[in-house]
DNA sequence: CAACAACTGGATAAAGCATATCCGCTTCGT
DNA sequence: ACGAAGCGGATATGCTTTATCCAGTTGTTG
């Protein structure tokens, strides 16, 4: 390979982290071409199509909060460990939207990422089952209270407008808080994943 | 008009009704005139675009949803209300995609409906604000923090696959939870709207 | 039961959008 | 300076939604 071929090679991995990271998935790849000044042509020639340069940009990423997952099982105290890598992990997808879409139940459902992305998942809900056996969450509340969390801090993080940008951890807060075990707590509704 | 075209009218909106609660805004005027058994064409005649038919189908079950919020505003515990109110409305949205996606921002932003919608957020933030001077809110919560709940919540309801449809009650539950004022607890992150 | 207007159906035009390709031209490396 | 590698971006392709049109049907009225 030519060395300016492998140039814009990461010219465009680079244009797709900015151009996914603000636009979402749903940017073109005559977007992303545009954005790092090269022609559609350039792109389609080293990238068979949008997934696999989503793949080649979030790999590393994905992968790191992954890892981050991990060191989270290792952790003595579960919840704090979720609650800490949460924190960590949504800092990252705050000024991702290609990111958080990655990580929503659905996109690039073929690819390798998908793995990673179970793979965050499970480990999250392993923490939280873990947590209930260490006596730290509220009665009822399991490992399928994962996904329905992160959609809601997505879905503040979604919002329009001029809101401050770390809102979202006001509700983390208020969410993680309500999992707790608290003395005293009256039932909570519904029934998780329908156990 | 001829009583046949009348009759189909109100197929439409029936239909409007619907299609629109399943799939939502985004479904097709061939879908709706499909689903009520009748051609494309008919349902031109009758409904400019898409914005008109929704306006038809939507407007009074809006206005209910509002007229529950300006009897909320009656009540003597503001947060009570708000609460209950949120409960009704949600319970009605649940089961209604169309509904759901009016309420966010930006649907239908030039139609009547959209002022509705307004009027509702306006009531719903008049009542936590009243709550705060109530002392019956936790330290910095304001009325700006009714639209991250109800992004949140329609979040939970938006859930793929086989979730139990009272889900979100148990995150209304948790969310509620935290807004209130409860003795000896921890400030709040974030700044709501900015102040 | 005409006779006509109102109404209907749905094929299809029009427009928009994203994907992917192709090939004449440029640039690199030897 | 030559050939291979690479580039650009106009454009073909295919899909989706919106909206129209008019030949044929149906309701209504006298």
């Not at 814009?8 to 244009?15: F, G």
């Not at 996109?107 to 873990?130: D, K, P």
């Not at 979202?168 to 998780?192: E, F, K, M, N």
Request: glycine share 10%; aromatic share 4%.
């Amino acid at each position: 390979m030519r060395r300016d071929a492998e140039l814009n090679r990461q010219r465009i991995v680079r244009a797709g982290r900015e151009v996914f990271a603000v636009r979402g998935l749903q940017a073109t790849l005559n977007d992303v071409a545009h954005h790092a000044g090269l022609g559609v042509g350039t792109v389609y020639r080293k990238f068979a199509d949008k997934g696999a340069l989503a793949e080649a940009v979030f790999a590393e990423e994905l992968a790191e909060i992954a890892a981050w997952a991990r060191d989270a099982l290792a952790e003595e105290e579960a919840f704090d460990a979720l609650a800490d890598f949460l924190s960590r992990a949504l800092e990252r997808a705050v000024h991702n939207r290609g990111l958080r879409e990655l990580m929503r139940q659905g996109a690039l459902e073929g690819s390798g990422l998908a793995r990673v992305r179970a793979e965050i998942c499970q480990h999250c809900e392993t923490l939280l089952a873990r947590a209930g056996a260490q006596g730290a969450l509220r009665e009822g509340v399991t490992g399928a209270d994962i996904a329905p969390i992160a959609a809601m801090i997505d879905a503040v993080m979604a919002l329009p407008g001029e809101c401050p940008s770390d809102l979202w951890r006001r509700y983390l807060t208020i969410v993680l808080d309500g999992l707790r075990a608290h003395p005293g707590q009256p039932p909570l509704p519904g029934a998780g994943d329908g156990g």
